[in-house]
């Protein structure tokens, strides 16, 4: 199938005169065509073991679409596993100290009465039996485990000793006990739980709080990140079915709109649902992880994959129309559609080849499942499509042409030109006007199209970037505005990590530096509002000092209840200060947030521990922090490269500088225009619209390739660039139009996900198909037009360039 893009013999820099030229692509292209020719005849004769093959497949992607996996926004899915910052975070952190907490929110008019505090214990002893829990803290707890110390029962007192148990300085009560009217119990997992294995023991929690008869007036809440979690996992899985159906809806109007000229218009939709379909196979063949980013994999590999199956059916509705010949319009059609749209592929392909290069996996995840689905679409539309159109639209229609029709087009043939169209469609019509209005001031069209993108590029940089996954979901989740509401009155989870490693961790001047710089961070640092670690934890079990002798500091820390202490120390070489910075990840966002991580590096660097200990900064805060700013700052650098890459491989193929410039040229000015509309429209940048570049490289890059491709196939039978570019537009016009416009209402059906950061990517990705059809039919036009015009200047030009950076050599020019 390469063959079918040309055999690269030589590799020239520059191309010869026009002449030269079409004369050195039709030799290069003999090949080529003989072997798009013996694949048309093959498809044509060959229906029924094709059809046979589809069923196989299909059959194949249902079975393995069932192993696709569900995941959240984890930080597996934020990292990955061979990074410096994933070691430390899941090998010193996360094993030894991580843990995930469901936390139930209890509120009654005193939590502290002793009808709450006995329905509470009964479900903190229920819910330790369960499978996989390490512990639960509660009130009750405290309460029933003190009355046990002094008299041997543990059992809930009387109101009057609750009080007095209560009202004791303890930085444990302090935490889940804020006021009288609120507790929190928290029930804690290890963390290296499965996201199915957490939603079995949210619901376990939520079963056995039914079962322990809390009093009528007591409001009970479970939240906490499993919770939430959990709850997006389901919403993902209920909210894709009614998207890809809203898609298909719109898809089809678009369609009825713009592609009514030829018979069976809707038969793009269903070829690639059929590749979208297998690519639901592959994805749980490969076990890529269904998130929040992958699920909009799919919308982009139907709104990308429709343009193939539309260029195979107009091609073959025009090759009908001309012979009413079904088997040589197959055979035409793969002759001269496979080449450019298999070209259309490889570059698409290559902007999502970009994000592979990302840092962060579920990034990578969606650019590699866009690189299979586009492949699958392909096939599909290649074979199945044109099977299809064989054998329904091709034998029923048995058309055959008038006399008038097969002399003009026997003549038209004869003359190296194409036979008369009419006056063409209502878009036919308009595009060919646009394109000549842009031709006769193109000097108007460059120079605004270059202002504008310019502007807009310089305008990215000011666009900010959401950062809180929690701004990603739909904010009416009820689990989510319970998370809310537990933030409030607790004042926020957020938290900063920092892991303290050393020979001995106890050592006294060890647990001094310790305590001694989270004094000094509470206190410089306003974002910081409390602190927990052994040191704190040792001082308070001895009476608010730390002891200078280690024997009585590890009897203090022995005697720290085990489910408290391990969250703080692991052995006796590893500890973790725990920074309490409330709300303050969510409300500063990343740029925020890494500022304040900067910041406490630079304390660490001015007040340093003992010798031979080392300190440094993890946690969950952390890590999303750290990726997030990479991934937004990499996304210029990702579409630089992507750019790179097309450039060279269209340079490969054709050997020809004009026309390896310019698909890349109009990307350009989209990706401009797309940095300027998001800064004037207010809108953020996510870890999706991140691969907004790659996206833009992808759609733009199509269009242009196969606009150029038909406009080179004309001007070799015409010979003048302006009627090559006329015929061009009229005869493949109608059918951009109509792929892109489809593209553009099936991208629209992400508006309407309850996912924001779906519906965000939805719009920008809606705003960049149209901006890259509209580059098509102007910017392109004039390019495509004025680079043909005046070739060997332009060729001389960028041989003065490229001798100038010394990138060829002097006798190459």
């Excluded at 707890?141 to 007192?157: F, H, L, N, Q, Y």
């Excluded at 809440?221 to 996992?233: E, K, R």
């Excluded at 290559?350 to 579920?362: E, K, N, Y």
Aim: charged share 15%; with cysteine; net charge negative.
């Amino acid at each position: 199938m390469f063959r079918l893009v040309g055999n690269i013999r030589t590799f020239a820099i520059l191309a010869p005169g026009r002449s030269q030229a079409l004369a050195v692509q039709r030799g290069n292209e003999a090949h080529a065509m003989n072997g798009s020719e013996q694949l048309g005849r093959w498809i044509s004769n060959n229906p029924i073991i094709i059809i046979f093959a589809t069923l196989l497949i299909t059959l194949s992607a249902v079975h393995y679409a069932q192993q696709i996996e569900m995941q959240g926004l984890t930080t597996e899915s934020m990292v990955g596993k061979d990074s410096a910052l994933y070691q430390v975070y899941d090998h010193l952190y996360v094993q030894n100290f991580g843990t995930a907490s469901i936390a139930v929110l209890i509120e009654a008019g005193d939590v502290a009465k002793p009808e709450v505090l006995r329905a509470m214990l009964t479900f903190s002893d229920k819910m330790k039996e369960a499978p996989d829990v390490l512990s639960v803290t509660s009130i009750a707890d405290i309460v029933a485990d003190t009355e046990k110390e002094s008299s041997g029962i543990r059992a809930i007192p009387d109101q009057e000793r609750i009080d007095e148990i209560l009202s004791a300085d303890n930085p444990i009560l302090a935490a889940i006990l804020p006021d009288r009217s609120h507790t929190m119990l928290s029930i804690e997992l290890p963390v290296s739980l499965t996201e199915s294995e957490q939603g079995e023991l949210y619901q376990e929690t939520r079963g056995q709080l039914q079962l322990a008869s809390f009093p009528a007036d007591t409001r009970l809440t479970v939240t906490g990140d499993p919770a939430l979690m959990n709850s997006i996992t389901a919403e993902m899985a209920e909210s894709n079915g009614p998207i890809l159906l809203l898609a298909a809806f719109l898809m089809i109007v678009a369609l009825l709109i713009t592609f009514n000229q030829v018979k069976w218009s809707l038969l793009p939709i269903p070829i690639v649902f059929l590749g979208v379909g297998w690519t639901f196979g592959a994805m749980g063949l490969l076990h890529i992880p269904f998130t929040m980013v992958s699920m909009s994999a799919f919308p982009v590999l139907i709104g990308i994959g429709i343009d193939y199956a539309i260029q195979f059916q107009n091609r073959i509705n025009e090759e009908f129309t001309r012979t009413g010949q079904p088997q040589k319009a197959v055979i035409e059609t793969v002759k001269h559609v496979t080449k450019p749209v298999i070209i259309a592929l490889i570059i698409t392909s290559i902007g999502f080849v970009s994000l592979l290069t990302s840092s962060i996996p579920m990034i990578r995840d969606f650019g590699l499942l866009c690189l299979i689905g586009l492949i699958l679409c392909f096939l599909s539309a290649l074979f199945v499509g044109v099977t299809i159109l064989y054998i329904a639209v091709g034998k029923r229609l048995n058309y055959q042409p008038t006399d008038e029709h097969s002399t003009q087009d026997t003549n038209a043939d004869d003359r190296g030109e194409v036979g008369p169209r009419g006056e063409g469609t209502i878009f036919e019509r308009m595009l060919t006007e646009i394109s000549g209005f842009c031709i006769e001031r193109w000097q108007l069209v460059l120079a605004l199209a270059l202002l504008l993108s310019l502007a807009g590029i310089y305008s990215d940089t000011q666009v900010p970037v959401d950062t809180d996954f929690k701004n990603y979901v739909p904010q009416d989740l009820p689990p989510l505005i319970d998370y809310w509401h537990m933030s409030q009155t607790f004042g926020g989870t957020d938290s900063i990590q920092l892991l303290v490693q050393a020979d001995d961790v106890t050592d006294p001047q060890v647990l001094e530096w310790m305590d001694e710089f989270s004094i000094y961070l509470k206190g410089s640092r306003d974002q910081i509002l409390g602190y927990t670690s052994i040191a704190s934890l040792t001082k308070e079990a001895n009476q608010g000092t730390l002891p200078k002798d280690r024997t009585i500091i590890r009897m203090l820390i022995d005697a720290l209840p085990a489910n408290w202490r391990d969250i703080y120390l692991d052995g006796h070489n590893t500890a973790v200060i725990d920074l309490n910075v409330g709300q303050t990840i969510t409300i500063l966002g990343t740029e925020g947030s890494d500022r304040l991580m900067k910041e406490i590096e630079k304390d660490i660097a001015w007040n340093p521990p003992p010798a031979g200990v080392s300190v440094r900064m993890t946690g969950d805060a952390v890590v999303m922090t750290t990726v997030i700013t990479a991934l937004t700052k990499g996304r210029t650098e990702m579409t630089l490269f992507g750019l790179l890459l097309i450039f060279i491989v269209l340079l490969a193929i054709y050997r020809d500088l004009i026309k390896a410039l310019l698909p890349v040229l109009p990307m350009l000015v989209v990706i401009g225009w797309m940095g300027g509309v998001m800064y004037i429209s207010g809108m953020k940048y996510t870890p999706l619209t991140a691969c907004l570049g790659a996206l833009i490289l992808g759609v733009g890059s199509e269009y242009a390739i196969l606009m150029m491709e038909r406009f080179y196939e004309e001007l070799e039978k015409i010979g003048d660039p302006r009627k090559a570019l006329s015929t061009a537009t009229r005869a493949i016009g109608s059918a951009l139009i109509a792929s892109g416009l489809t593209t553009v209402f099936g991208f629209a059906a992400l508006i309407s996900s309850p996912f924001l950061i779906t519906n965000n990517f939805g719009m920008v990705t809606v705003l960049a198909i149209v901006f890259a059809l509209a580059t098509t039919f102007t910017v392109f036009v004039v390019l495509i037009y004025r680079m043909e015009l005046r070739r060997e200047l332009v060729k001389n030009a960028i041989a003065g360039i490229f001798k100038a950076f010394r990138l060829i050599r002097p006798e190459e020019s």
